[in-house]
DNA sequence: GTTATTTCTTGCGTGCCACGCAAAGTTGCT
DNA sequence: AGCAACTTTGCGTGGCACGCAAGAAATAAC
């Protein structure tokens, strides 16, 4: 059963809705655009918004929140005989090499936005969410991996742990100045996680 | 400067405000209890309730955030020379000793706190900005205690696996049936992290 | 190809929330 | 007591999330 017209009609908005959502606020801030101005640019009204995303901050962070997901993906796609730890670090590593930016978007918008997610107090909660989408997303496919039972704590405890290197890597690469790489910065994080 | 009248009056509002907030939350769930309500159980205005919290979510969590906080606290407090993954183990496991419940809740209101918070989509957001200030906490204090340069990641990372962990254990122990004791969970999780 | 059905969009109305502002009430210092 | 700093409060505003029902569009059935 391949997407029909309506399917692919959806998901389309759906994308549209949550890039103009990050874009806009990119430029304007997050106070600065209202639900109302992200409707209008995709052309639909406010109230459909509401139908695709239950606040403006799901919009903004939706792209981000997909792209978690498939990292966890991308993990199950490696080879089944690998060592977990090394099957995560490669999976990390490609995953994260150039900035991790979803299709479609400009590179500078999407730092930018990362920037201004975290900088902004009433987005933060929204943020963590995409990182707690990136743990679920790492916590099932190593759990299907290993092939353990539902009772063990293992794979939410390392999907945690990786999702929490990660994120430290991002924070300082979006801070550091001058710019500076993220893949080396994932790596020293997921050093520290295997020296601890 | 001990804090004077002034200030302790403005804590006991502040708690009075918080635990009202989970109380109530618990009794009648999230969206049957009004910021109203909140600030007439405490017999205060509703426009101060926003004066101490910038949200309902925030009210309900901020002896959780507070309890994080200690969390920090209490890794400073051991001895130096200790080891970190020890310290860290001695810490989490006291800390978590009886469920970690703050002074002056009943614990049958902190567990179903606890369920209530995670059951509802609206406070995930709020629940996680708690797990976020535990990591912080024990990054601070990992930070100090091994007097690493503010460019290393290791703080971080550790901080957030530490705190990845457990959240695991808190999550299963709230789910479990028939109930379980916490402590056992978080040694487990932090044996998983350790074995990574 | 027309009709029936499901699904999506839209407008409208409602209730709640967060906060700016300025007036009134407290507390603390001397 | 008197003054300065701070807190509480009421009021008003703008915005958000969502229930509901009517209309429009895509899909399925005949």
Request: proline share 7%; glycine share 8%.
């Given at each position: 059963?391949?997407?029909?017209?309506?399917?692919?009609?959806?998901?389309?908005?759906?994308?549209?809705?949550?890039?103009?959502?990050?874009?806009?606020?990119?430029?304007?801030?997050?106070?600065?655009?209202?639900?109302?101005?992200?409707?209008?640019?995709?052309?639909?009204?406010?109230?459909?918004?509401?139908?695709?995303?239950?606040?403006?901050?799901?919009?903004?962070?939706?792209?981000?929140?997909?792209?978690?997901?498939?990292?966890?993906?991308?993990?199950?796609?490696?080879?089944?005989?690998?060592?977990?730890?090394?099957?995560?670090?490669?999976?990390?590593?490609?995953?994260?090499?150039?900035?991790?930016?979803?299709?479609?978007?400009?590179?500078?918008?999407?730092?930018?936005?990362?920037?201004?997610?975290?900088?902004?107090?009433?987005?933060?909660?929204?943020?963590?969410?995409?990182?707690?989408?990136?743990?679920?997303?790492?916590s099932s496919?190593?759990a299907?991996?290993?092939?353990l039972p539902p009772t063990s704590l293992l794979p939410e405890?390392?999907?945690?742990?990786?999702?929490?290197?990660?994120?430290?890597?991002?924070?300082?690469?979006?801070?550091?100045?001058?710019?500076?790489?993220?893949?080396?910065?994932?790596?020293?994080?997921?050093?520290?996680?295997?020296?601890?």
């Open positions: 059963m391949e997407p029909g017209l309506r399917e692919r009609k959806k998901q389309a908005t759906r994308r549209a809705l949550a890039l103009a959502a990050l874009r806009l606020s990119v430029e304007r801030g997050f106070d600065g655009v209202l639900v109302e101005d992200i409707a209008a640019e995709v052309g639909v009204s406010p109230r459909t918004f509401n139908n695709y995303f239950s606040s403006k901050a799901e919009a903004i962070c939706a792209l981000a929140v997909d792209r978690a997901q498939r990292a966890g993906a991308a993990l199950r796609a490696r080879p089944p005989g690998e060592p977990l730890r090394a099957a995560i670090e490669a999976t990390m590593l490609a995953e994260f090499a150039g900035g991790a930016v979803p299709e479609h978007v400009p590179d500078r918008v999407w730092f930018a936005g990362l920037r201004m997610v975290l900088a902004t107090p009433a987005m933060q909660g929204e943020y963590l969410r995409v990182r707690a989408a990136m743990q679920d997303a790492l496919a190593i299907e991996r290993l092939g405890v390392v999907g945690g742990a990786v999702a929490a290197a990660c994120d430290a890597a991002t924070h300082r690469w979006l801070h550091a100045d001058p710019p500076v790489p993220l893949q080396p910065l994932v790596e020293e994080a997921l050093r520290h996680l295997a020296d601890y």
